[in-house]
C-alpha cells in the first residue's frame, strides 16, 4: 500500500533557526496535510494543500504540495520554543479514500 | 470550527474491565469518524473507520469484538475495550472527517490498564 516516507525523523535546533522537513511517496497524492501533535494531546492541522504546486501558509509555516504529486515540505522560519513537538504529514490512502496514512513523524526540539 | 472532544482523557482500569471513550465533534457534523491508537514515539495507527448508523470497518489485525465502536448520531462515535489488559494500554484518538478529507482530531485518550 501507499506509504509515506517523511524526513528527518528527528532534529534539533536553535532558537530562531529556520526548520524544513519534507515527506515523499512512491505514489501520487491528491491530497497533503501537515500536523503538529505535542506531548499527550492528538494531532492539530496546520496546513492542507489540495493542489499540485500549491504553497500555502499559515503565519510561520509554508507548505508546498510537490509537482509530481509525490512529494511535499514544510517550512518554520524563526523558530520559537513552543514549535516543539512531532509534525506529521499525511494524505488519503487512495484517491478519494477517507482514510489517512502518516508519515513517520518528525520531532522537533529547540534549544533556547 | 472543527473542534473535537474526547472524553476521558485519562483512564485508569483494572485488567478485565471494560473501557468506553466517547469522542463528539463539537462544530461540525461527522458522518464519518476514525479511530487510531498510538504507541510512544510512534505514529497513529488507525484501528477503525466509523461511519454514523452503519457499522464500523476495521483495520486488518484489530479485533472486531474487543473493540466495539458505536457511530448513533452524526456528533458521537465511542469506543469500548472490552475485557481491557495492560497490552491494551495506549494513547487512543479519536477524528471526525471534514468537507475535504481532512481529519480533525480530538485531544487523545490515555488508557493505562493495571
Known amino acids: 500500500g501507499q506509504q509515506l516516507n517523511q524526513s528527518p525523523q528527528s532534529m534539533f535546533i536553535q532558537e530562531g533557526e529556520d526548520v524544513s522537513m519534507n515527506c515523499t511517496s512512491s505514489?501520487?497524492?491528491?491530497?497533503w496535510l501537515w500536523y503538529k501533535q505535542d506531548p499527550g494531546e492528538g494531532p492539530v492541522l496546520l496546513i492542507a494543500?489540495?493542489?499540485?504546486?500549491e504553497l500555502t501558509s499559515n503565519g510561520r509555516l509554508t507548505a508546498q504540495f510537490g509537482i509530481t504529486r509525490k512529494d511535499s515540505f514544510l517550512n518554520i522560519s524563526a523558530s520559537i520554543p513552543s514549535d516543539v513537538g512531532i509534525y506529521f504529514c499525511?494524505?488519503?490512502?487512495?484517491?478519494?479514500?477517507?482514510?489517512?496514512?502518516f508519515g513517520q513523524g518528525t520531532r522537533l526540539t529547540i534549544n533556547p | 470550527g472543527a473542534v473535537v472532544s474526547q472524553h476521558p482523557s485519562r483512564v485508569i482500569c483494572k485488567s478485565g474491565t471494560s473501557v468506553k471513550i466517547e469522542c463528539r465533534s463539537l462544530?461540525?457534523?461527522?458522518?464519518?469518524m476514525f479511530w487510531y491508537r498510538q504507541f510512544p514515539k510512534q505514529s497513529l495507527m488507525l484501528m477503525a473507520t466509523s461511519n454514523e448508523g452503519s457499522k464500523a470497518t476495521y483495520e486488518q489485525g484489530v479485533e472486531k469484538d474487543k473493540f466495539l465502536i458505536n457511530h448513533a448520531s452524526l456528533t458521537l462515535s465511542t469506543l469500548t475495550v472490552t475485557s481491557a489488559h495492560p497490552e491494551d494500554s495506549s494513547f487512543y484518538i479519536c477524528?471526525?472527517?471534514?468537507?475535504?478529507?481532512?481529519?480533525?482530531f480530538g485531544p487523545g485518550t490515555r488508557l493505562t490498564v493495571l
Open positions: 477524528s471526525g472527517q471534514g468537507g475535504h478529507n481532512e481529519q480533525f
Open positions: 494543500l489540495y493542489k499540485a504546486g
Open positions: 505514489s501520487i497524492f491528491n491530497t
Open positions: 499525511a494524505g488519503p490512502i487512495i484517491q478519494g479514500a477517507q482514510k489517512l496514512v
Open positions: 462544530d461540525f457534523q461527522a458522518t464519518t
